[in-house]
């Protein structure tokens, strides 16, 4: 028994010692699926290779093919299996790949071109038939996994190498590369996001250099989408190539997306995009194109303009928005179109940031004073004539800096030469306006629009301190009028509170005198009626008047004619007289009571001299009627006077005794 289970141990021992054997020896090989194998022909009756590395045609040494995941046979005595693991490329990763075998570089190649597309390197025989290059690759492989034969090609990842150990400089060099590629940020795809407003300058590695006199590719293929030469934005670089695409930068910029481009090939500068903002328009000078005809006209001398695409200054502004401009290509001057306000004034800068070289004007006034003259000039630049502005000045710093700054200055110093201090000072309205006139059609010869000229008040400068003094003077002055208006304000606010005050006095009274004016008014239409019957009345007494004087006429006639007769009968009208004055005298002695025979006689006179009574003088009258004789004027004394009355008492003495005798 023990002798049978020693010959099973023995059997069991020699099945294990042989198997593994039998199973060499038949060349019996296991690759799991996650790995493939390299195989490596030890010799052939074809030979060795000399020159290459793979094996085309049967040469011993490593073979164009490889194994997959099962169970192949490869007898070792001939072959010699490398297990390799899969190539995995995550997503969102580049991978570079290295050729170890292939035809050499041209001499103008830094990349090897891509022979058999669709591939991903996994078909060694028909890169290397067809004319595959070694050396790093144009071609990229993308996110997956690969069995690629890394005896031929060295897969390059940022945190691995995927390759078959042949040298001990294999790792080295391969290690450089990635380190290269790191460098370039070129293990990611290039990622411009539109919320960053950023674009791609591209800068290509291979392929034909520029022709001299040139800084920048043109661009090649992108524009015909659908053409077979269409590189997908430098994607593809065997197209790129195909279409005559030149290294060095590019004409062509990558805009918003996402890029798988090898950075071998091409590198991307990432640089903002070109925005115009609102008030401004965006020059172009263009360092890119061909020569265009001039678009300026015959009368401008200054420069050319050309059409857009051209080489030189567009004459056609950008309008305010993004543009994704290729700064390497040209420029973007960036004029305002709203206006500038310039300051010639110390320590002080308008928004544009152009005067931040100008200050405020010396002068020399007529009178020897040196004030400093604060100036502000606004200005505006029409936007279709912002490129002549360009071409002329090459910006508009340097318009304000070389032209307006010292046109300006030299104007208003002839200005302040003809001006004394005060002057300057008093008149500043009118120099501003006469400023303003005089200098639009000097801006108008540089294209500009004059808008305004601001002129500040005069200020003393380092080498001046009198002009403190004037100006204190004008100001002392100026209170003196503004006290003088003050004090004729406050009069007048006086007299307008004293009829304020007779006003109210008169509100205040408006009941009486409303009662009074009423009173007026109902005396006056009193008066009026009253009047009126006055006037009733006095045309009644008027009536009976006219019938009374009537009958008082007729009655007045008939006396006259009666008296007239009695005249006659009596021996006329001075008889007639004197006997109704008898008659009235003695009704007044009557009635008075009159002594006839005055108790006293008065006389006038003595002698010859002496006046008549009164009695006397009726008896007189009397008298002389009767004797007929003619009276004189009373008062007059005359010598016929004297005549005439001594005739009478002579008269009357000799007629006396007769009328005695009568009586």
Known sequence: MSGVISALLIGIAGICLVGPFILWITGFRLIPNNRCAVIEMKWSAKGSLKNRIIALRGEAGYQPEVLRGGIHFRSPLKYRVHKVPLVTIPQGVIGYVFARDGEPLKPKQTLGEVIVEGKEFQDVRGFLVNGGQRGPQRGIIREGTYAINLAQFVVILEDEIYHLPIGREDLSTFKKMA????????????????????????????????????????????????????????????????????????????????????????????????????GYVGVVVSYFGSRGEDASGVDYKHGELVDVGHKGVWKDALMPGKYPFNTYAGKVILVPTTNIVLKWIKNQIGNHKLDENLSAVDLITKDAFEPELPLSVVIHIDYRKAPLVIQRFGDVKKLVDQTLDPMVAAYFKNIGQTKTLIELIQERNEIQDKSSKDMREKFLHYDLELEEVLIGTPSSSENDGRIEQ????????????????????????????????EAKALAMQQKALTESMVFIDIQRNKGRADLEMSLQEAGKIRALADANAEKEARIGIAQAIAIEEKVRAYGGPRYQVLQQSIERFAQAVEQGKIDIVPKMVVSSGNGENASFSAFENLMYLLMSEKLGVDLVEPGEQSERTKKLREDILSRMDEEEPQEAKAA
Do not use: C, W
């Not at 090649?220 to 590189?231: A, F, K, M």
């Not at 279409?243 to 930068?249: A, D, E, L, Q």
């Open 179 to 278: 380190k290269i590629i790191s460098v370039r940020d070129g293990f990611k795809p290039i990622v411009i996001k539109g919320k960053t407003d950023n674009i791609g300058i591209v800068t290509t590695h291979d392929g034909p250099p520029l022709k001299p006199g040139e800084i920048i590719a043109p661009q090649v293929g992108d524009s015909i989408p659908e053409s077979r030469l269409n590189h997908d934005n430098f994607q593809d670089p065997e197209k790129f190539l195909m279409g005559g695409g030149k290294r060095g930068k590019q004409y062509q910029v990558l805009v918003d997306g996402t890029y798988f481009i090898n950075r071998l090939f091409a590198t991307v500068e990432i640089i903002p995009k070109t925005v115009v903002p609102v």
């Open 470 to 501: 004037i100006l204190v003077q004008l100001r002392d002055r100026q209170i003196a009028r503004e006290q003088l208006e003050t004090f004729a304000r406050q009069q007048e606010a006086a007299m307008k509170e004293k009829d304020l005050n």
